[in-house]
C-alpha cells in the first residue's frame, strides 16, 4: 500500500466550477499536509500547508484534513482556466523531514 | 536570483555515459532534496540532505546515482553507465529546519538516447 494515495485525472470542468481533489493517507504519524501546484514544465510550487484538522482558506483556495479518516482536500472555487495544472498533495512527519508526494492530478478548466 | 537553480535545463546524452547535474539551493536552507518525475508521473525521492547529517539515500534507484552537497550548499547528482530508463525531469528543492515547505528549481530534462 502506497503511504499517499491520489487519484491522477486527468480531472476537466467548465470554468467557474468548484473543483475537489484529494488525496488519502496511510500513517497517522504524518503531521504536515500540503498541496503543490505544478505547472507543465515548471517545478512544483506550494499552495497550502496546514497541520491539523480542519479547514484552512485562501483566496479561492481551501485545504480540508481530516485526520480520523486520513483524508486531506482542496477545493478550487470560482476556477478559471489559469488553475489548469497538476496538483500534488504531500504528507510529512515533521518540519525538517523529507515529505511524501501523492501521484498528482491533472487538471483542466474549459473557458 | 533568490530561487532554486538548477543546471543544466536540458540534458541529451547516450546511454552507457555518465552525467552530472547542478542544484544551488535558496541561501541558508539547510536541507536539500532531489526527486525525480517521469512523464505524467508523481515525485519519486532520491536522496535529501539536512545541514551536516548523514544523508538519506532510501530513494536511489541503483548504485549508478550518487549525490554530493559541498560545504552545506551546492549538490551534485551523478548518474553513471546512464541507461533510457534513467529519462526523466531530476527536480530539486530545498527548505529551511523551521518549515515544510520546499521550494523547487525549474529541473533538469535529461535524455538518454
Known amino acids: 500500500q502506497k503511504e499517499v494515495e491520489q487519484d491522477p485525472g486527468p480531472l476537466s470542468v467548465p470554468e467557474g466550477a468548484i473543483v475537489s481533489l484529494n488525496c488519502t493517507y496511510s500513517?497517522?504519524?504524518?503531521?504536515?499536509f500540503m498541496w503543490y501546484r505544478q505547472y507543465s514544465r515548471k517545478g512544483p510550487e506550494l499552495l497550502m500547508y496546514t497541520y491539523s484538522s480542519g479547514n484552512k482558506e485562501d483566496g479561492r483556495f481551501t485545504a480540508q484534513v481530516d485526520k480520523s479518516s486520513k483524508y486531506i482536500s482542496l477545493f478550487i472555487r470560482d476556477s478559471q482556466p489559469s488553475d489548469s495544472a497538476t496538483y500534488l498533495c504531500?504528507?510529512?512527519?515533521?518540519?525538517?523531514?523529507?515529505?511524501?508526494f501523492g501521484s498528482g492530478t491533472r487538471l483542466s478548466i474549459r473557458p | 536570483g533568490a530561487g532554486v537553480s538548477q543546471s543544466p535545463s536540458n540534458k541529451v546524452t547516450e546511454k552507457g555515459k555518465d552525467v552530472e547535474l547542478r542544484c544551488d539551493p535558496i541561501s541558508g536552507h539547510t536541507a536539500l532534496y532531489w526527486y525525480r518525475q517521469s512523464l505524467g508521473q508523481g515525485l519519486e525521492f532520491l536522496i535529501y540532505?539536512?545541514?551536516?547529517?548523514?544523508?538519506?539515500k532510501s530513494g536511489l534507484p541503483s548504485d549508478r546515482f550518487s549525490a554530493e552537497r559541498t560545504g552545506g550548499s551546492v549538490s551534485t547528482l551523478t548518474i553513471q553507465r546512464t541507461q533510457q530508463e534513467d529519462s526523466a525531469v531530476y527536480l530539486c528543492?530545498?527548505?529551511?529546519?523551521?518549515?515544510?515547505?520546499?521550494?523547487f528549481g525549474p529541473g533538469t530534462r535529461l535524455t538518454v538516447l
Open positions: 540532505f539536512q545541514g551536516n547529517s548523514a544523508p538519506d
Open positions: 528543492a530545498s527548505s529551511s529546519s523551521a518549515l515544510p515547505e520546499q521550494f
Open positions: 504531500a504528507i510529512g512527519y515533521s518540519s525538517a523531514s523529507k515529505i511524501i
Open positions: 500513517n497517522s504519524a504524518f503531521q504536515y
